[in-house]
């Protein structure tokens, strides 16, 4: 318990027992019967316990590794300002960093949990004319802690996506700077949970949430792998890709 919450529950157990036994008189066995049949140790039983809880809430807050597509990652929200995210994870678990892209040169941005693989996550800003808000988020990795409410996160299969979108799906082939990346959802249920519903306009700025999949090395014999790498689009139901099984290791928030 910390100092300040333990000096006052002395306080308030001092005045309570001090309204019970006076301190003039000689000295009794106050025994466990005595305290709480007595109404103010009682009350100083429960602000104890009271005190205990609140403190234990406030020293271990829920966790939320929760993403909604377009809308929040965690506590983080296209609202959120540079500022708060100590707030939210404290600044030991807050450090600027460079940021890679599918394309282009890296940018200079925000990681936070940059020692915790499973709880790591990196954040490029846009400026707007009065504030920073977040643009995109990464979440990159073998595994991870945060995911959505489907329950897709890194080391989620293709198999498995499969299964949560209720059919196939489009993806690139490998070895490229978008390599292995979700094209298109090909109506599935994630199609409207993933992208914002526009496909008569530019194809990454449709995207709420970007998936990378990528095979494991040791999966990966040639021939199969061959058959399906360079910028041209697959689906999930050909036969190299359910061979090889690629799972996510690329989650891209991108917020409205």
Excluded at 41 to 62: D, G, H, R, T, Y
Excluded at 111 to 117: G, I, M, T
Excluded at 185 to 193: K, M, N, P, Q, V
Aim: net charge negative.
């Amino acid at each position: 318990m910390p100092p300040d919450y333990r000096a006052a529950l002395d306080g308030s157990i001092l005045v309570a027992i001090q309204g019970v036994v006076s301190l003039d008189t000689p000295p009794r066995v106050l025994t466990v019967s005595r305290l709480f049949r007595h109404p103010a140790l009682l009350f100083v039983n429960w602000l104890f316990i009271w005190l205990c809880i609140s403190c234990e809430a406030q020293a271990a807050p829920q966790e939320d590794w929760l993403i909604v597509p377009g809308v929040r990652v965690g506590p983080i929200t296209a609202g959120t300002a540079p500022t708060e995210l100590v707030e939210m994870f404290g600044e030991a678990n807050v450090q600027p960093g460079e940021i890679q892209q599918q394309e282009g040169p890296p940018r200079i941005g925000t990681v936070v949990y940059p020692d915790e693989p499973a709880r790591r996550l990196e954040i490029i800003w846009q400026e707007l004319e009065d504030r920073r808000t977040p643009w995109r988020i990464f979440i990159r990795g073998d595994s991870s802690a945060w995911t959505t409410q489907g329950g897709v996160t890194l080391g989620t299969t293709l198999k498995e996506l499969e299964q949560v979108n209720g059919g196939v799906f489009g993806l690139a082939g490998f070895m490229w700077d978008y390599s292995g990346t979700v094209m298109s959802w090909e109506g599935g249920s994630l199609a409207s949970a993933f992208t914002r519903g526009d496909p008569s306009g530019n194809w990454d700025a449709n995207q709420r949430i970007i998936l990378s999949l990528q095979p494991t090395i040791p999966t990966r014999p040639d021939d199969v792998f061959l058959a399906v790498i360079g910028d041209r689009r697959f689906l999930s139901s050909h036969s190299s890709m359910q061979l090889l099984n690629p799972r996510v290791q690329e989650i891209v928030v991108s917020f409205d």
